[in-house]
């Protein structure tokens, strides 16, 4: 199943790099442009990955278009607020927003009814692959050396990254029950985000962090956490030595969450194609590739229809780790 | 590294004139009801692009620390303190400029935070190895048993009623526990509404609690206090009260600033816990404790002092391991990273030049503050000037305003109504309201920590003492908490046995 | 009085304490641990239900103390300032409920109108404020600090 989603994935990377072509298929069309301030709704809090993003594409924008892109962070409920005052906006081009991976997540754990069909997705702005960290005095060098001590002790060690059931904890236990372990042979300490889980680890509090690469990445480089598999089918190119989880994998078993911009249900084809088209010449820029270098992050862009189609397949994709790793409502 | 490149940059009229704007901008945020430090620095991003690494990271920090500030501004002023930081004397400080000494109370609290800030910045560029040792040694356990301790601080800050200090501590903490739980993500006391899953925050609380309580006693009152008249003090008088005022008390700054650079560089600390810490600190060595909660000023120049050298202290995390303490320094992190510096233990070695240019931006942010506080407090303190008829209104629609800016919901107006009815409830009871406060500030912190070190330890409680930190603090607490109980217990049984 | 008063907030403390340890019959607990969500709450409900006691017996203690204090001052007359209490409790949940439908700039201008009559100003400084608040504050938070303000029924007019 993740190969299908890598697949996907893949694809609508490429789909970049024609984006320029097959937009111009339908650009009679795309001549929408907002003439008020638009409100741009982001699930989660200032300072955080999809704030960061959200925030440089709202700016973007707005000096694209030349009225105001409002970002507000409507956080509640592990992400449902947000997605729901994306969802629930008038479909008129003047309310969009950031979903994230979680909305392929949160009605498979019963938080919420909503699902990727409750919302117009317009463009995939960032993939972020999750990893596995340990402590730089750790006894584990290897994802493999970890893997076989959890099996033979399960229950013993401990990890931490979000919430419990949040997108890296999935990582987590999806990548124990694709290796056909108990999906609680590690054991999932939650925290209130990626930042309190590193902490943990640089202080010996868990043995394990699985965010996103990106977020350890400062640590990694300063020799504080060694990182021990990407679970990606691609090296990161900031860290280029970090063992890829498609290959030390025997099940091949990759995971990351992603950042779009999308509007409510509805809105009209006009509109979500001009922001579309908008959206791939800023991904296109430079500012925007030295925005994302300085994360760590590489650029992608995936338009409405590759989005809409990935989001199917993660959909389903997670629906099945999580009703394995017994979190299913 | 290079004493005079350092000092040429940070002494260049670009710096100076960027962070003196910036002080600006932020005196102006933070003395504004419900717009943040955190929402400042995010409007600042966009504008950082086009400035280099040391002009971006000046701008950054004078807006922060200004804004920490000017929370106190509001706070004294509107009794809407700008940050939870500021609620710890948020009493005194109302009381006082209601009697006629806004201005000087002001700028003694602005002398506090300048000195706080100074000595934030010096600790800093001394010992961040050291602070940064420190906090790499703190997990839930620590975390837990510091949050632990800062609770203890209740006794000290409420009324002189014991057991009504408790159940107003325990009416914080209760509203704390509203939103989904850490350990297995169930939502309590929600009655259904997604938007209070996160809990109820502290801007809208203590607008509540605070201003709208404050409201609805004037409207009580009727319009037999229509012709009372504040009246503002002189400036050059209120300045000449405050350096004399302040001059008495640079142990406190001492003793509070310090201990706030401390603090604020613990991970899930920061100013907040600083702050309360550094008042109740304060009142429990200074020579009238019974001054405080009622108008003193001493308290005042603790709590400001540490806060703003928390906020320096904050940085230790996120420069050393990149781990951002609050979303401010999570958002300079990922500007500074923009700007090609990454945070790491080696910054020190790989930047220094940089870096400590940097800290002398701090340092300079801190001092041109001054005038910039200054010119808001002189400005803003007009206010008080105005007619109860149009200031009250005004008030009211600004505390609504500003809880909706926090959360972008119309949820934060019901909390605001709530808090402020719950708030008039216990004045009625005479259950002091500061404890609560602390209450819904620590709470959380005091509960997930404690519950992920449950799960760390699947329930064995004597692992909280198996850390070497964990240990010493918990002693320490521990052995706190049971003096605190004991003299409670005491103070009580006397008041309560009659008279012989 | 100080009885009466004591043993009201003693009773209230104690049912908002029980309506606690009520609401969290249904928590669900952490895997292989005897407790859960619910723990904090109980003891906080715990640390209520003792601190009521405390404070009846603050007041027992005072009814036996202050037996002089009997013939203290009637309570003034309050029905004026009950009026204003609740008429500032009604706006603040009149500008919740009106806010997404009006949009910021009516509803303000409507709670200035209210208010500023209810603290004592007159009717046609009520009106004036109503016309250049709202768009001061429209400046401030949402030209300058990019708050979003809701526009209700103004959106057509929105700029």
Request: glycine fraction near 10%; include cysteine; hydrophobic fraction near 55%.
């Amino acid at each position: 199943m993740t190969r299908k989603m890598t697949h996907t994935l893949l694809r609508g990377v490429a789909a970049a790099a024609l984006a320029t072509a097959s937009t111009a298929a339908y650009a009679q069309t795309c001549d929408w442009t907002p003439d008020r301030a638009v409100t741009y709704v982001v699930p989660w809090g200032a300072g955080g990955g999809t704030d960061a993003n959200s925030r440089m594409l709202a700016t973007m924008l707005e000096q694209k278009w030349g009225v105001p892109f409002n970002v507000v962070n409507r956080t509640g409920g592990n992400g449902v607020t947000g997605h729901s005052a994306i969802s629930n906006a008038a479909p008129d081009g003047y309310t969009v927003g950031a979903v994230t991976v979680e909305i392929n997540t949160m009605h498979w754990v019963g938080l919420t009814d909503m699902t990727h069909e409750n919302i117009a997705p317009i463009a995939l702005i960032d993939i972020v692959p999750a990893s596995v960290l340990v402590g730089h005095d750790s006894p584990f060098e290897t994802l493999e050396d970890l893997m076989a001590h959890a099996r033979a002790n399960p229950g013993e060690l401990t990890a931490s990254g979000t919430s419990l059931g949040g997108i890296w904890h999935l990582a987590l236990a999806g990548m124990l029950n694709a290796e056909g372990m108990d999906p609680e042979a590690i054991r999932w300490i939650p925290s209130q985000g990626a930042a309190p889980a590193m902490q943990e680890l640089i202080a010996g509090g868990v043995d394990i962090a699985t965010p996103a690469l990106s977020e350890g990445r400062a640590l990694v480089e300063a020799g504080e956490i060694r990182a021990l598999a990407y679970m990606h089918d691609s090296p990161m190119e900031a860290l280029p030595d970090v063992p890829v989880t498609s290959e030390v994998l025997e099940s091949g078993w990759t995971l990351a969450a992603y950042i779009t911009i999308s509007g409510p249900e509805g809105l009209p084809d006009e509109i979500s194609c001009a922001y579309e088209q908008a959206v791939n010449e800023i991904t296109q820029s430079a500012e925007w590739a030295e925005f994302k270098a300085s994360r760590g992050a590489d650029v992608v862009f995936m338009g409405r229809e590759e989005l809409t189609e990935f989001m199917v397949a993660q959909d389903t994709a997670l629906g099945e780790t999580i009703q394995a790793i017994g979190l299913a409502e | 590294m290079d004493m005079f490149a350092i000092l040429a940059t940070v002494l260049s009229p670009k710096i100076l004139g960027t962070i003196f704007l910036c002080t600006l901008y932020g005196s102006f945020v933070g003395a504004m009801p419900g717009l943040t430090a955190t929402m400042a620095v995010a409007l600042l991003v966009p504008f950082t692009w086009f400035m280099d690494p040391v002009q971006a990271a000046a701008a950054i920090v004078a807006t922060t620390t200004t804004a920490i500030f000017a929370g106190d501004i509001s706070g004294a002023i509107l009794k809407i303190p700008g940050t939870p930081a500021s609620a710890a004397y948020v009493e005194d400080s109302y009381r006082l400029s209601q009697s006629g000494k806004s201005r000087s109370t002001l700028f003694a609290a602005l002398f506090a935070s300048v000195c706080g800030g100074v000595i934030g910045v010096l600790i800093l560029a001394l010992a961040t190895p050291l602070l940064a040792n420190l906090s790499r040694s703190f997990s839930s356990d620590e975390v837990f048993w510091l949050a632990t301790l800062g609770l203890s601080c209740a006794v000290l800050v409420g009324g002189p009623s014991v057991p009504r200090n408790f159940a107003s501590l325990l009416i914080g903490l209760a509203i704390a526990t509203i939103g989904i739980d850490v350990a297995v993500g169930h939502p309590r006391f929600t009655f259904g509404n997604l938007e209070l899953y996160d809990g109820v925050s502290f801007i809208p609380a203590m607008i509540g609690m605070f201003a709208l309580s404050e409201l609805l006693r004037n409207a009580a009152l009727g319009h037999q206090t229509k012709l009372v008249k504040l009246t503002v003090e002189p400036l050059g008088e209120a300045l000449a009260t405050a350096t004399r005022r302040f001059g008495q008390l640079w142990k406190n700054v001492l003793r509070s600033a310090s201990g706030g650079t401390v603090i604020g560089a613990l991970p899930g600390a920061g100013a907040d816990v600083a702050a309360w810490i550094a008042y109740a600190v304060s009142r429990r060595f200074s020579r009238n404790p019974e001054a405080y909660g009622k108008g003193h000023l001493e308290g005042i120049v603790d709590g400001g002092a540490a806060n703003n050298a928390a906020v320096a202290g904050a940085w230790t995390p996120a420069l050393v391991f990149g781990i951002p303490g609050d979303s401010v320094t999570a958002i300079a992190i990922g500007v500074l990273m923009m700007k090609g510096l990454t945070p790491g233990p080696d910054i020190f070695n790989s930047d220094a030049t940089l870096v400590y240019t940097i800290f002398g931006a701090f340092l300079m942010a801190n001092i041109l503050m001054l005038f910039a506080g200054g010119l808001v407090v002189t400005l803003a303190t007009q206010v008080l000037r105005v007619p109860r008829a149009i200031l009250m209104p005004l008030i009211l629609l600004l505390a609504m305003i500003g809880g909706f800016a926090i959360t972008g919901s119309t949820l934060a107006i019901w909390i605001i109504l709530a808090l402020g009815l719950l708030a008039s409830a216990m004045l009625w009871a005479k259950i002091p309201l500061a404890p609560a406060i602390l209450g819904i500030v620590l709470g959380r912190i005091v509960e997930d920590n404690f519950m992920v070190s449950m799960m760390k330890a699947r329930g064995d409680l004597t692992q909280f003492f198996a850390r070497d930190t964990a240990a010493v603090l918990g002693a320490l607490t521990l052995i706190i908490w049971a003096l605190l109980l004991y003299r409670a217990l005491r103070s009580f049984l006397d008041a309560t046995t009659p008279h012989k | 009085m100080q009885l009466r008063r004591d043993l009201i907030v003693g009773a209230a403390i104690t049912a908002l304490a029980i309506a606690m340890i009520i609401a969290t019959q249904g928590f669900p607990r952490i895997r292989a641990m005897p407790y859960g969500p619910d723990l904090f709450p109980r003891i906080i409900a715990g640390g209520l239900i003792l601190s009521a006691i405390g404070i009846v017996i603050e007041g027992l203690r005072s009814l036996r103390a202050g037996a002089a204090e009997a013939g203290a001052p009637p309570a003034p007359r309050v029905t004026l300032g009950a009026f204003a209490f609740v008429a500032v409790a009604a706006l603040v949940a009149g500008f919740a409920l009106l806010l997404p439908l009006l949009g910021f700039h009516l509803a303000a201008a409507l709670v200035l109108l209210c208010a500023v009559p209810i603290f004592g100003g007159s009717l046609l400084l009520a009106v004036f404020m109503a016309a250049v608040v709202p768009f001061a504050l429209h400046y401030v938070f949402y030209s300058l600090m990019r708050v979003v303000l809701p526009w209700g029924v103004l959106t057509p007019y929105a700029w």
